[in-house]
């Protein structure tokens, strides 16, 4: 899901009056109906008219870098389905030139006169004689533009390289309603045309766009005009071009589709597993859907300054660099996964959400749910060997389970007009709710229904009575109060203390019984996470199950265990159990080997410890923190500090020194600390575990002063390894120096040193801390009008 910085601000302040950004769906009566030289606009809907049909959009962009502006001219073959004296499009920030119309079949020119509705994002182009229904025309509008300074439309960015040189590139990231800034089109997108992309640049650049290139010619006036292919049909949304000075590598897929990565001439090293697993994915997919991929050439570029972690244009799909490089030297095995999946999340867009899209956004959930379970089927498929189901479950199943229980959530599919609306679409439910979703869609639609078209999800809560289970069911929220009449076509599952067949019904109704033999101790409900519900057992079953996990807990699988580790503590958190029975499920983890399992309990934990640490309860925050390395003290011990192991086992050992230095044992703390300072002594000569070395930096800074700080800093400004610059990044903020926070908090808005792309992580760093409240919240205020507009 995107991290962006309007999605931490601009968002919250939905209600507050006088946003231009908030805006209804149909303008008001009165004035927002006027266009801006005040004559009557004559379209009131956000949403285009349907009568005129974009067929084949020419355009040709002519970028400068020097004054960091581009002039468009775009040409569009439109046909006209209802007679009309108007045409309807979108277009943002731009300002028009010239605009004509010539229809096809007489080759005439028509004149056109433009207006404006800024609040609608659009123009309209009216005509003194009616365009006729049937006719096709062709529509040229010039217009220029500044190179957007934001992260959407045709946006510039800055890079420095190693020496010290600033370079700038340009790059388009359309999605959802930015095309409009680039180019006046018809921005929704079910209104799929071909495109015949121009691009002018210098000859110190090259372009890239979607199609393959056609050709590239040397003008009189030393530019350089690149001509690509036609598109297939697509969405503007889809619509890509990047002007830059990079370095790329390629490889052949077997059906000899040209994969390429892009990224600064100084990174190119680290493209190397992204091209490898890049041409992989491609033709798992290929196989999967039994549709070849369309294009000649797919792209992946790096761009230095991204707002989210990856988007899927057509053939070039754009990545911000800690989602597409990966530096075997720095790089950890979690960088490694997290950059297989983006790939392949992107790439099974390439069929699911570009080749077939959503006709509206209101069903982005349909993309992105889809994406989002791909990912894993193709990774797990390249790599059984990394368990990314443990991952899965992680981003997704009680990711989902969390955010959907909470009153703001919403269900899946939702109407939407406005642009500030579709892009609050793009939100954990429409991802991980969705994706849980997509993994079974082989289900009856009328299954789907109860779980697409409301929000929330239900609680099964079950009862013994003699020989019989009562399984009742109802909207799990935070608020136990609230009684409500929805109902869920359950696909319930469990196996018994007698017999681990699993058994499944369909549960439809409020409340059913089943027969239940007496020697049955307990029920394991919801097996291996395969449902999107909780499970709330009776007392005695819960303590069955708990004497069970505590003599011998591998009856259950690892899901499972997780599974009831969750339940227990969010059914605690909810009112429903009391917190010392979840504690007491958590007692037998002393013994626990595996990751899944040790992360959940680990998540609650942190969770507590943050509540407490707010609050100021430092009593109780010391006992969760003892019982937490009491718990998993040994196994923090044992642990190597090295990179051995498989990929569960590296990552299970990242999370437990981590908490070990965190919280500081005292034993983890001083290997730590002993292996920063060989490191900074040998001036970051000396090698360190690779994934390790986020929370060695992490000790360094906590533990260190001003010296150790600045040292890192020279680490960071030297390093050309975006993963561990970020784990640098991600240490700087645990200072404990006021003057430094205001420092990266000023310094990466400045885009100088530390990119803008970084203020989110920066910000979130600081704020989970409780000493920081104060520092951050008076720096967004003073700096509300630049958040706001970046
Ligand atoms: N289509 C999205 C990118 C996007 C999201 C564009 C929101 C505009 C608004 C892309 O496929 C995506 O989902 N990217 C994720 C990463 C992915 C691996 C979950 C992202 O950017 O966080
Ligand atoms: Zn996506």
New binding site residues.
């Given amino acids: ?4 910085l309007k999605a931490i601000f601009v968002l919250t302040m939905v209600g507050t009056s006088g946003m231009a950004l908030i805006q209804a769906d149909n303008c008001a009566p009165s004035e927002s109906c006027l266009a801006t030289n005040r004559m009557t606009f004559p379209w009131r809907s956000a949403r285009l008219p349907s009568f005129i049909v974009p067929e084949h959009y020419h355009l040709n962009i002519h970028v400068d870098f020097a004054t960091q502006t581009f002039k468009g001219q775009v040409k569009i073959l439109i046909a006209v389905m209802k007679c009309s004296r108007f045409i309807v499009l979108h277009s943002k920030n731009l300002n028009i030139c010239e605009a004509f119309l010539e229809a096809i079949h007489t080759q005439k020119n028509i004149s056109l006169q433009v207006l404006q509705a800024p609040n609608n994002e659009q123009v309209a182009f009216i005509s003194n004689t009616s365009l006729e229904a049937g006719r096709k025309y062709d529509l040229t509008i010039g217009y220029t533009a500044p190179l957007s300074t934001s992260f ?1 439309g045709f946006y510039k960015v800055f890079y420095t390289t190693k020496s010290g040189a600033q370079r700038m590139l340009a790059a388009t ?1 359309f ?2 309603t930015s095309a409009r800034k680039a180019f006046p089109c018809f921005d929704e997108p079910h209104m799929k045309a071909l495109f015949s992309v121009t691009v002018v640049h210098s000859q110190q650049n090259y372009a890239i766009s979607n199609m393959p290139m056609r050709t590239s010619l040397l003008r009189a006036d030393g530019l350089v005009e690149d001509r690509f292919l036609h598109s297939l049909k697509m969405s503007s ?1 889809l619509v890509a071009f990047v002007v830059s000075d990079f370095t790329s590598r390629s490889a052949m897929s077997t059906r000899g589709v040209k994969v390429s990565v892009f990224a600064p001439g100084e990174q190119i090293s680290q493209t190397e597993h992204a091209l490898h697993i890049g041409v992989k994915i491609l033709e798992f997919f290929e196989e999967y859907f039994q549709i070849p991929y369309p294009i000649s050439k797919l792209d992946l570029v790096a761009i230095p300054d991204f ?6 244009n057509w053939g070039l799909i754009t990545f ?1 660099e800690t ?1 597409l490089l990966y530096d075997p030297e720095t790089s950890t095995g979690l960088n490694k996964i ?1 950059v297989t ?2 790939t392949a ?2 790439i099974a ?1 390439q069929w699911f ?1 570009n080749l077939v899209t959503m006709a509206w956004w209101n069903d982005i959930w349909l ?2 749910g889809f ?2 379970y791909m ?1 894993f089927v193709a990774t797990n498929h390249l790599k059984p060997e990394w368990s990314v189901e443990d991952q899965f479950l992680i981003n997704n199943f009680f990711r989902a389970l969390k955010q959907d229980s909470f009153d703001t959530s919403h269900q899946i599919s939702l109407p939407v007009t406005s642009s500030t609306q579709i ?1 609050q679409m ?1 939100d954990v439910i429409s ?1 991980s709710k969705s994706a849980l979703q997509a993994g079974r869609m082989t289900d009856v639609k009328k299954i789907m229904s109860t779980w697409t078209m409301q929000k929330g999800y239900p609680l099964v809560s079950l009862r013994r009575n003699g020989g019989k289970l009562f399984i009742t069911q109802n909207v799990f929220t935070l608020h136990v109060s609230e009684k409500s009449s929805f109902l869920w076509q359950i696909p319930f599952t469990f196996y018994t203390s007698n017999s681990s067949t699993v058994r499944s019904l369909l549960l439809i109704k409020k409340e059913v019984s089943i027969d239940l033999p007496k020697e049955v101790l307990w029920i394991k409900a919801n097996v291996n996470c395969t449902g999107f519900y909780r499970v709330a057992y009776d007392l005695q079953m819960f303590h069955m199950i708990i004497h069970q996990l505590r003599e011998s807990d591998l009856v259950f699988s690892s899901n499972d265990r997780a599974n009831l580790i969750d339940d227990s503590f969010n059914l605690a958190s909810q009112g429903t159990l009391k917190y010392n029975e979840a504690f007491s499920i958590s007692l037998y983890l002393w013994k626990e080997k595996e990751y899944l399992p040790i992360r959940m309990y680990a998540i609650h934990m942190v969770h507590m410890l943050k509540r407490f640490a707010f609050s100021g309860d430092w009593c109780s925050f010391h006992l969760i923190k003892t019982h937490m390395l009491v718990m998993l003290g040994e196994l923090m011990s044992t642990q190597r500090w090295d990179d051995s192991g498989t990929m569960p086992q590296q990552n299970l050992r990242v999370l437990l020194l981590s908490m070990a230095t965190g919280y500081k044992q005292l034993p983890a703390t001083h290997r730590a600390q002993d292996l920063f300072y060989r490191w900074m002594e040998s001036d970051g000569k000396t090698w360190l575990p690779r994934n390790l070395r986020g929370l060695l930096f992490r000790v360094g800074v906590r533990n260190g002063g001003d010296e150790e700080w600045r040292f890192l800093l020279k680490k960071y400004m030297e390093s050309t390894s975006s993963t561990d610059k970020l784990s640098i990044l991600q240490a700087l903020c645990r200072t404990r120096s006021t003057a430094k926070k205001l420092w990266l908090l000023k310094t990466s808005l400045l885009n100088h040193v530390i990119k803008t792309q970084d203020f989110g992580t920066i910000i979130r760093q600081l704020a989970s801390s409780p000493n920081n409240n104060r520092v951050v919240w008076k720096f967004v205020q003073h700096n509300w009008d630049k958040l706001t507009t970046k």
Avoid: D, K, Q
């Avoid at 899901?1 to 962006?4: A, T, V």
């Avoid at 707002?307 to 899927?312: K, L, R």
């Fill in positions: 899901m995107p991290i962006s959407s990231h999605e959802p949304y707002e989210s972690g990856a988007m899927e911000r989602s997290w999946l983006v999340h992107e867009h959400g993309n992105e994406a989002s990912e892009r793009f991802y």
